[in-house]
């Protein structure tokens, strides 16, 4: 008895194609509009290094952080991050089933007053006390507001949500799934690079904390 593919038994798919992304287009051929999300996903394959697929093992995700970034080029993108999330959430309309949570949300980013570069190792100590539940600052509201505003303005009957797994498991991060998704979002096309800067800092090989008043960029 055949067995009927769903979007949970694609977990990893993207990372048959490593590392040179070769035949990858024929995945989006069916795929309405599939053109915009191949020119999206491109960029992943090209910031793999071919060099780690030569071994016996090779690398089970897309792992970011072969390029030197400056600490001033990281800042700025954080800062970058930062106004194209108030632009999203600005955008949403009154009316909007969403609106209370976008108004949270820019409320949210209103009190964001600096952008830190971390040494590395030290992303890690504040997610482990925000794991712990030890520091009061820490807030993950963003997060919550833009899962929840993605997918009000997501149709799950969609020929593109067979890849939703597929997706996430790119690095196991739902804001690099989301930015690569970002063509299936409903109304949200004029903002479409909102998340551009965060997929800048993936490919870098960096991550973020929130608290209530700073963004916090830095290496695991």
Partial sequence: MDQQVD???LYGF?????????GIDRVFEPIP???RFLDRIRPIYEMLNPGDFTG??????????HEVAPEETLRKLGQELI?????????????DESADIAQEALQDLASVKEVVVLPQGELGKLEQRAIQGTDEEDSE???????DLLSSRSDYDEAIEILSEAYYSIACDYWVAYYLQWPRYEGLQEVENCLYPYFELYR????????KTTLF???R
């Fill in 7 to 9: 979007a949970d038994h």
């Fill in 14 to 22: 993207f990372q048959w194609f490593m590392p040179s992304g070769e």
């Fill in 33 to 35: 509009g599939g053109e």
């Fill in 56 to 65: 016996e093992y090779v690398p089970g995700y897309f792992n970011g952080g």
């Fill in 83 to 95: 106004a194209g999330l108030k632009t999203l959430f600005s955008i949403v309309p009154e009316d």
């Fill in 141 to 147: 509201a963003v997060y919550e507001a833009l899962g």
């Fill in 204 to 211: 870098y090989g960096y991550n973020l904390h929130w608290t």
């Fill in 217 to 219: 960029i830095g290496k």
